[in-house]
């Protein structure tokens, strides 16, 4: 038995209110006004001291997001109010390399998290963005001694312009759907990571994203390259206070995956329900590159995410396992996408969703099997959850296979949570909602199991939370 | 005082068609009792009624666990009062070991009894506790970090039932059909543990078809249970006249 399973029953009882949605007085730098607009964008642009291509790239972006509809398929993002967002927050003049030096209120946002805590026991670097702008970041010693790069984004476009004019925006153009048309206009902090030829990282790299304050939009720009035959982990969690009105969060992240390397991407993202989360999430796989999106939603008033794998290079493999939880009020539209352009790449895409107390959660994915893709193999399983009779589950399974001699596997269910099974479990003296609750964690423990221990007991942990139904 | 005592307990099903139709028993500490009874008699019936299934209502008589009424509690409160019951077909958990399911059902006990503050027991306890049941009841190690009655054969999953009752320690031990889909040797372990547990702290009541697990168990009190009800009682040697002679003479009475 592991350490995992006592931590799992001993998270039972906690609440969202106390752990995550909190909030502490605003004292910043600089804080933009409500509305996006060409005025704001030079704003920021001119606050972080950008080049002039940055700025045009923005400013040509925000033109991108005003000419493209809203979506009208997935989520209901009707009802989003541009115009009562604030796009840019700067929280502090200076980044901090101590935790000690963050002022006290933002400091204690981070000790209530876990964040100290986590970096000294199993990170090899952190970075911690609050609102908009990164306000810690550390990366261990001996790591950049062997010349792996982990910074905020802003500070990457000054310190390595060259390296990061290469592959920003390459992956996801700045028009590739409205969502990141906003981001590519009003984009702060994220991470961007570089990791040498064969250098193997071998405990996380995390980001923790924050929102502190009402009706914040927090955009962060994340690009990772990850060089021949190298290594990382990233881990990304997320959370926010509990407000009654909307926060947006929208983030665009890029990811090139070079010759033999293997990138995984975690995300445990617990947003508060009132935040929408509009993400686009893509990564290029080259030859024997392997990429693992493990995608983990909790959170959120509506998530929708895809994040994506674009297998160019023969025999690159991909994975998507993804997790989607909709309690009350909530939203989930997730899923993943494997494009096979490579001969004899491989891919798999797990999905689990489960749904509760009136939430919907769905999956939404495509598998794409290029003309040049022969010996492609893939299999996509994608299994729901539904806890109840006001609950709802998508599958929106998309296909478009074009080469021959490939091997594609495509599986789906649809459970209850049944009588007897609880009953069973009573009978053990297991209460019904801790009785549902083993039921669910065992219904994902699939994806769970592929977390380091430590994010496993954070995922199960949540889980209960939802259980409990305390979220919102 | 008996620690099991059912009153008139009548029985049924959600269409309100009538199971079980008036039964009296009382079971003490260091007793076995035996129901037998042909199959459809709604001796399972029983046993998941007294377990608290809510697919079949109590719809008169009482339920006593060591004088407390339990007619109204969910299974849930009722296994924390010390009933337990080893099930003729247990449901698969996936994604859940045997270990991990086996500490969560302790600590959910512990708290209940703690007055609902948790009292999780400690890991190198539990540890040790599990190892040397396991070893006891013969159950393969390897079953510990698989999926709880996940592709289980049919021997797995009785035993890991009866692991279950072991780690579990119940007050009252109800076994539904524990003898079915079990070899010689497995029953002879099976019943063996159970026959070690019954003592001063357990009574336990052995619901079955055949005569063949009380040659391992040997039952104080032998009971007759067709058509819902209880046709006749006596001793161990009830046991051995009904493999002889079979229940078609009480399934007459019955009609």
């Not at chain 1, 030079?42 to 493209?68: C, G, Q, T």
């Not at chain 2, 008139?8 to 269409?15: G, I, P, Q, R, T």
């Not at chain 2, 010390?82 to 698969?92: I, M, N, V």
């Amino acid at each position: 038995m592991t350490e995992t399973e006592t931590e799992v029953v001993e998270g039972i009882g906690s609440d969202y209110g106390i752990k995550y949605g909190f909030h502490v007085p605003e004292d910043y730098f600089f804080k933009s006004g409500r509305g996006v607009s060409h005025e704001l964008v030079d704003a920021i642009s001119s606050h972080k001291n950008e080049p002039d291509w940055m700025r045009k790239f923005r400013h040509k972006s925000l033109d991108y997001f005003y000419a493209r509809p809203m979506p009208e398929w997935g989520g209901n993002v009707a009802e989003i109010d541009f115009d009562n967002i604030f796009y840019y927050i700067k929280p502090t003049e200076n980044q901090a390399e101590s935790w000690e030096d963050l002022p006290p209120d933002i400091k204690d946002t981070w000790d209530k998290l876990g964040i100290p805590e986590a970096e000294k026991k199993y990170l090899a670097g952190v970075g911690a963005q609050y609102e908009s702008e990164v306000v810690y970041h550390k990366l261990q010693k001996h790591l950049e001694d062997q010349g792996v790069i982990f910074l905020d984004t802003d500070t990457a476009l000054r310190e390595h312009e060259e390296l990061f004019k290469q592959y920003f925006g390459t992956i996801i153009p700045q028009n590739d759907n409205k969502f990141a048309a906003l981001n590519s206009a009003v984009w702060s902090g994220g991470s961007f990571i570089y990791v040498p030829p064969g250098v193997k990282i071998e405990m996380p790299l995390q980001a923790y994203f924050r929102i502190n304050a009402e009706n914040m939009g927090q955009f962060e720009r994340t690009l990772i390259l990850v060089d021949k035959g190298a290594y990382v982990h990233y881990v990304e969690g997320c959370t926010a206070p509990i407000y009654s009105t909307d926060s947006l969060h929208s983030a665009v992240v890029e990811i090139v995956v070079m010759e033999g390397a293997r990138c995984r991407y975690t995300t445990i993202q617990n947003w508060s329900n009132n935040v929408y989360n509009l993400v686009t999430k893509r990564a290029v796989a080259h030859k024997d590159a392997t990429m693992e999106w493990v995608d983990g939603n909790l959170g959120s008033k509506l998530t929708m995410k895809y994040p994506a794998i674009w297998l160019m290079g023969e025999r690159a493999h991909g994975e998507v396992l993804s997790i989607a939880f909709a309690g009350k009020g909530q939203h989930q539209d997730a899923g993943g996408k494997c494009v096979h352009v490579g001969a004899n790449t491989t891919s798999v895409i797990t999905s689990k969703s489960i749904s509760k107390d009136g939430g919907r959660a769905g999956y939404r994915g495509l598998l794409q099997v290029d003309k040049s893709a022969r010996g492609a193999k893939s299999k996509v399983v994608c299994d729901a959850l539904i806890l109840d009779e006001e609950s709802r589950s998508d599958t929106y399974p998309y296909m478009k296979i074009e080469a021959d001699e490939v091997d594609i596997g495509h599986e789906a269910t649809v459970s209850k949570i049944g009588e007897e099974q609880l009953f069973y479990l009573m009978s053990r003296g297991l209460t019904e909602s801790e009785a549902s609750a083993m039921i669910v964690s065992g219904f994902v423990e699939p994806i769970t199991k592929e977390l380091p221990l430590e994010y496993a007991v954070e995922m199960n942990r949540l889980i209960q939370l939802q259980m409990e139904g305390s979220v919102g | 005082m008996a620690l099991l005592k059912l009153e008139d307990v009548h029985v049924a099903l959600e269409d309100g068609t009538e199971i079980v139709k008036g039964v009296d028993l009382e079971v003490g500490s260091n007793q076995v009792h035996a129901i037998m009874g042909p199959n459809g008699s709604g001796k399972s019936t029983l046993a998941n009624a007294v377990m608290g299934h809510p697919a079949y209502a109590i719809t008169e008589g009482r339920i006593l666990l060591d004088g407390e009424d339990v007619t109204e509690l969910g299974a849930d409160e009722r296994a924390q009062r010390g009933l337990f019951l080893a099930f003729q077909y247990p449901h698969a958990i996936p994604g859940v070991t045997v270990t991990s399911f086996l500490r969560s059902a302790i600590n959910a006990v512990r708290k209940a009894r703690n007055g609902g503050t948790d009292d999780p027991i400690a890991i190198p306890e539990f540890r040790k506790e599990l190892l040397a049941q396991m070893d006891r009841l013969k159950v393969s190690r390897e079953l510990a970090s698989r999926y709880l009655n996940d592709g289980f054969s049919g021997g797995e999953k009785k035993r890991v039932e009866i692991l279950q009752m072991a780690m579990l320690k119940p007050r009252i031990a109800m076994l539904d059909e524990t003898d079915s889909g079990l070899d010689i040797d497995a029953l002879r372990v099976v019943a063996g543990g159970v026959k070690e547990l019954v003592g001063p702290e357990m009574g336990a009541l052995v619901i079955t078809h055949y005569q063949r697990i009380l040659d391992y168990i040997t039952p104080d009190f032998v009971h007759v249970f067709v058509g819902g009800k209880i046709v006749e009682e006596g001793g161990p040697e009830l046991a051995k006249k009904l493999e002889a002679e079979g229940y078609a003479p009480y399934e007459e009475v019955a009609v």
